[in-house]
């Protein structure tokens, strides 16, 4: 059996290995394969096995090679694989949910703590000379902001909505939830669901962990950043879409969103002319939150799971069914 890895480098930048898939077959791993269809056919191959992050498998790409059985997405979101497509060539696609759900948590809340203290622009401020300089025993650059008593906005409360919010509660912030499934059960003096014009109004800082759907995409735009608070926190470490950049410039710029910080943009990598390089009070960093090498462990060892589980004839996490 023969099994290609097209896009490997960023799961398995050398930290760790593939043997637990290569125990299954003959393995050809490529760090990068690109969207280049004829490169994509010509990499897959006659493999029975295909593990993909980002490489796209459309419908085009999935007729020319006919002697795949199996597409593993490597991440949870699995829009790069054209699934009706797949199923209807007999194709299982699976993913791996749940693996980085402690890590973006734990990134989305170091995130809003830079913007709320700004600790890489005052250390390198002091590297500057500026405290040695200053006549007072401490200084700041900009505003520090105390968490406990706001209220943060969750826009998606599945698994990693809930460990963000479990950190967020421990900081003294009350919580507001928008998602079409909800479990009353959680509620409690420091969590509630609400309406999605409840979270914009209500909300200091709203953070995405919500899908990229229909519904969702562009549900930061220009008229709903206007229901919100004066001031208002964004943080997006879903999917890029989700946001409309050029209206989270604009009102970052005129200062109607106080900070905004992303792991996700539109295009990625992000373009020299993604407005939200000339925005003011923004971080942007580059797709990590997923990222720890714990989190690309379980990444890992999911995938084998998921394969083992397909070679044993009855597969998990389809996506295709």
């Known amino acids: 059996m023969k099994i290609v ?15 637990g898939i290569r125990q299954y077959g003959e ?11 004829e490169k994509i056919i010509g990499n897959i191959g ?4 295909v593990f993909t992050n980002k490489t796209p498998l459309q419908r085009a790409v999935l007729e ?28 299982i696609v699976t993913n791996t949910p749940a693996y980085g759900t402690l890590a973006v948590a734990q ?17 390198r401020a002091v590297f500057n000379g500026d405290w040695t300089k200053s006549a007072d025993f401490c200084f700041w650059n900009y505003p520090l902001i105390e968490l406990a008593g706001k209220t943060m906005g969750l826009i998606g409360f599945g698994r990693i909505g809930q460990a963000t919010a479990k950190i967020a509660q421990s900081f003294g912030l009350k919580i507001l939830a928008y998602d079409s499934v909800q479990y009353p059960d959680l509620e409690s003096d420091t969590f509630k669901y609400a309406t999605i014009g409840e979270l914009f109004s209500q909300s200091d800082i709203i953070s995405l962990h919500c899908p990229l759907f229909e519904s969702t995409m562009g549900i930061i735009n220009k008229d709903n950043i206007a229901k919100m608070k004066d001031g208002v926190i964004i943080i997006n470490t879903s999917r890029g879409p989700l946001v409309v950049e050029s209206d989270l410039c604009d009102a970052l710029n005129s200062g109607k969103v106080a900070g905004a910080a992303v792991d996700v943009v539109s295009v990625e990598p992000i373009a020299q002319d993604n407005p939200l390089l000339k925005a003011k009070n923004c971080i942007i960093t580059p797709h990590i939150a997923w990222a720890p090498k714990e989190s690309r462990t379980r990444l890992m060892n999911t995938t084998v799971e998921n394969l083992d589980a397909f070679l044993k004839g009855n597969p998990i996490n389809v996506v295709n069914l």
């Open 46 to 49: 006659d493999a029975d096995i």
């Open 5 to 19: 890895v097209l896009d490997g480098y960023t799961l398995n930048p050398g930290d760790l290995n593939w043997n």
């Open 107 to 123: 990134f989305t809340l170091a995130l809003i703590l830079e913007i709320c203290h700004h600790i890489g622009e005052h250390s």
């Open 27 to 37: 393995l050809e791993v490529y760090n990068r394969t690109g969207s280049n269809p």
């Open 64 to 91: 020319k090679v006919p002697s795949v059985k199996y597409i593993g997405v490597l991440a949870t979101g699995y829009n790069v694989v054209d699934t009706g497509a797949a199923r209807e060539m007999g194709i």
